[in-house]
């Protein structure tokens, strides 16, 4: 059940980072071919600090 709402949460707010990321991308007017790869490390840091909250709420339990 723990893991179904992690899941859940994270799936929401793996998405709510991504249009805020759009969002800044598009004001800023930042360059087509930088995209990719500011989306990629905003999207490796968000999943690891998502895999090192599961990791504490597990370990806690």
Do not use: C, G
Not at 30 to 43: C, V
């Amino acid at each position: 059940m723990l893991l179904l709402v992690i899941v859940l949460f994270s799936v929401f707010y793996l998405f709510q980072i991504n249009r805020m990321t759009y969002a800044l991308v598009t004001q800023k007017d930042i360059p087509e071919e930088k995209h990719a790869k500011i989306f990629r490390t905003i999207n490796v840091l968000i999943t690891i600090l998502l895999v090192s909250f599961y990791v504490e709420v597990s370990v806690a339990m």
